[in-house]
């Protein structure tokens, strides 16, 4: 069962995404050469405190067996496509193309971004994965409308980014938001025929999150139990944003972060 929000929830939704933005824009300029993966956290959680929310992904297991997610923000580096861990010793290097996660509860619900930065003087290879990673999620929200299919959604992201030779991750997906940090609908990132058909309608609030990487699309998971890293040892950025859908379109729930308006 898919869960719509009301017109209500869907405004606590966007206060909530507000604050989240203004978080992560806080995250991504202080992600620079030298700063702690743990202190990011550490601001991470601070300000959303201060906010009046909760960081959502803390203490979270995606699958019961899941060890408890130990921070707010997944911080995922280079060949790390998402959920890597904050850790005390791990320092954000020159180059470094760093992934940046977050997810928080307002007023009783969830909204969950993402955003890629691409730190100093990083190569040419990794600014343009990330700018074509940000660009199929712009291309995937054009498609968001009440009536359209789900699997619209990887077919946008797939034009665009097949041709230039990219590898989108499979085993990992988008997904409605709100009453929990992960709820239906699953939207992935590419399309197979057989996939089941699935209808956009008003009041879906839904978190694309395109995964991308400059090789294969195939991802192992680390022994720290969250960590998904490229198999090939290609780079890898992620973009996500929380949107409800509507009548005419979407409405964008979580703003992009200030360097992207
Ligand atoms: N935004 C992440 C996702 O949709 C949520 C990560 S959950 C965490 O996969 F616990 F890893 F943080
Ligand atoms: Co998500």
């Not at 190569?123 to 359209?148: C, F, I, M, P």
Request: hydrophobic share 40%; with cysteine; proline share 5%.
């Amino acid at each position: 069962m898919i869960k719509l929000k009301t017109p209500e929830e869907i405004a606590k939704m966007k206060r909530g995404g507000e604050i989240l933005s203004r978080v992560l824009s806080m995250l991504m300029k202080a992600c620079v050469v030298g700063a702690h993966t743990v202190e990011l956290d550490k601001l991470a959680q601070e300000e959303i405190k201060k906010a009046g929310g909760t960081p959502s992904f803390l203490n979270y297991k995606i699958h019961p067996k899941d060890p408890a997610y130990p921070g707010a923000v997944c911080i995922s580096i280079n060949d790390e496509v998402v959920h890597g861990l904050p850790e005390p010793d791990r320092i954000i290097k020159d180059g470094d193309l760093v992934g940046l996660d977050i997810g928080m509860w307002y007023e009783g619900l969830a909204t969950d971004m993402a955003a890629t930065v691409a730190v100093g003087k990083a190569s040419s290879q990794a600014k343009r994965l990330n700018d074509d990673t940000r660009e199929s999620l712009r291309r995937a929200l054009k498609v968001v409308k009440d009536g359209a299919w789900i699997h619209e959604i990887g077919m946008a992201v797939e034009e665009l980014l097949e041709p230039k030779g990219y590898g989108i991750i499979k085993e990992l997906c988008g997904h409605g938001v709100g009453h929990a940090v992960h709820e239906e609908p699953q939207i992935p990132n590419y399309h197979e025929r057989g996939f089941r058909a699935v209808k956009m309608k008003a009041g879906m609030c839904l978190a694309i999150e395109p995964m991308i990487t400059t090789g294969d699309w195939r991802i192992r998971q680390l022994n720290d139990g969250w960590t998904f890293s490229t198999i090939d040892g290609s780079l890898a950025a992620h973009w996500e944003v929380t949107v409800a859908v509507t009548k005419s379109g979407y409405e964008l729930l979580t703003p992009w972060p200030d360097a992207e308006k």
